[in-house]
């Protein structure tokens, strides 16, 4: 059990328990998070599950994957950074207890 916390464009932000097994968009999806639509349901289709991982927490969650980033890199008018990532390949576990999470101001065709 870790806890996470997604801030909002506006500052705003909600903290988390995730349980062992989830991913970082069942969290939020499971726990209605604004902002993360989720609408392939973690198939890495829709891009909806965007997110900013706090720079700090990079070295622990990773960077995008190269299909990830393809899937990233395809989505029109999305601000992508480096720090992006699909919410739904982020594995949480124990390590992640503490996360930062920042919510895009848009996701896409949403
Ligand atoms: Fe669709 Fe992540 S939920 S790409």
């Known amino acids: 059990m870790a806890k996470v916390t997604f801030v909002q464009p506006d ?3 909600r903290t988390v328990v995730n349980f062992e ?4 968009m ?4 499971g726990n209605l998070i604004d902002g993360i639509d989720a609408l392939c ?11 900013y991982i706090a720079p700090e927490w990079l070295d622990r969650t990773g960077a995008a994957r190269p299909d ?4 990233l ?3 029109e008018g999305a601000e ?6 699909l919410s739904c390949q982020v594995q949480l576990g124990e390590e992640l207890d503490g996360l930062i999470v ?8 949403v």
């Not at 097994?21 to 970082?24: E, H, P, R, S």
């Not at 990830?68 to 899937?71: A, G, I, L, Q, S």
């Not at 992508?80 to 990532?85: F, L, Q, T």
């Not at 920042?102 to 065709?109: E, F, K, R, S, T």
């Open 11 to 13: 500052g705003s932000s």
């Open 21 to 24: 097994g989830m991913t970082l």
């Open 41 to 51: 349901g973690g198939m890495m289709q829709c891009a909806t599950c965007h997110c």
């Open 80 to 85: 992508i950074r480096p720090n992006s990532r």
């Open 68 to 71: 990830e980033r393809d899937m």
């Open 102 to 109: 920042h919510v895009p101001a848009d996701q896409p065709g």
């Open 73 to 75: 890199d395809a989505i």
């Open 26 to 29: 069942q969290l939020a999806v």
